[in-house]
């Protein structure tokens, strides 16, 4: 059974638009379905990322672009303060929430297509989709990024592989991320009137460029949090009687 969440924007003027994404329930694929012929702006070779890795793919289209295209659409007429309602349905439960800015709705919605494109790239941050949080803050973000980046290096060391507990590797995703979303608001620059799209996009770029930087200092902060689990005596500890 497919993964669904479902998008509802309330604008001021009374209209509304439902957006429904659908995922993979495996892999968190992005079950494309698109009702637009693919724009210029959507051709891998348009504002390309650095290094793309499927430039050599034989890939005609930016995955990543050509699933955005239905919202940016629909939403190209639309300036990124203007306030709406938001409602987001999943199976398990639901949001809502009042007076948000038409681009931080956006950057919800759009950050979940773009990392279930197929971008290799992108692909790192998929295990955050599967515990999707609306309307996180960036304490929250932070804190759900550094865990799954955690629980990854926990399953490269069961599987054998060479586990970075140092975070290291956590920079260089998001150091990455932040140059494919420069890319990609100069792609929507020749796909929008206003400017809620591209904002939302910087939205997500602000938070690809906080993590790295603050990796450290929410370290610190956490340990206070985490102190349970520093003490000596920890019912946690190996038990080394037998030693």
């Not at 993964?3 to 329930?25: A, G, Q």
């Not at 279930?116 to 929250?140: Q, W």
């Not at 620059?189 to 997500?204: F, Y």
Request: hydrophobic share 40%; with cysteine.
């Amino acid at each position: 059974m497919q993964i669904s969440l479902k998008y509802i924007f309330m604008m001021p003027d009374s209209t509304s638009y439902n957006f429904t994404i659908l995922l993979d329930p495996v892999n968190l694929d992005y079950q494309t379905i698109n009702r637009r012929k693919p724009a210029a702006w959507t051709d891998l070779s348009y504002h390309i990322c650095p290094d793309c890795p499927l430039e050599k793919s034989g890939l005609a289209r930016c995955p990543v672009a050509t699933n955005l295209q239905d919202i940016v659409y629909a939403f190209k007429d639309a300036v990124s303060y203007d306030k709406v309602k938001i409602r987001i349905e999943t199976e398990e439960r639901t949001y809502s929430k009042d007076q948000v800015p038409t681009q931080s709705g956006l950057s919800s919605i759009l950050g979940i297509i773009m990392v279930t494109s197929g971008c290799p790239s992108l692909d790192y941050l998929r295990p955050m989709v599967k515990t999707h949080l609306p309307f996180a803050n960036i304490s929250e973000s932070i804190y759900r990024a550094i865990s799954m980046y955690l629980v990854a290096q926990f399953t490269r060391n069961r599987n054998g592989l060479e586990p970075d507990w140092s975070l290291d590797g956590l920079t260089r995703i998001y150091d990455r991320i932040d140059k494919i979303n420069i890319s990609m608001v100069q792609r929507l620059q020749a796909a929008t009137k206003q400017d809620a799209s591209l904002n939302a996009v910087v939205i997500l770029d602000s938070f690809a460029k906080m993590i790295p930087l603050t990796i450290g200092g929410t370290i610190k902060e956490l340990e206070t949090l985490f102190w349970p689990y520093l003490s000596e005596d920890s019912h946690l500890a190996p038990d080394t009687a037998g030693d």
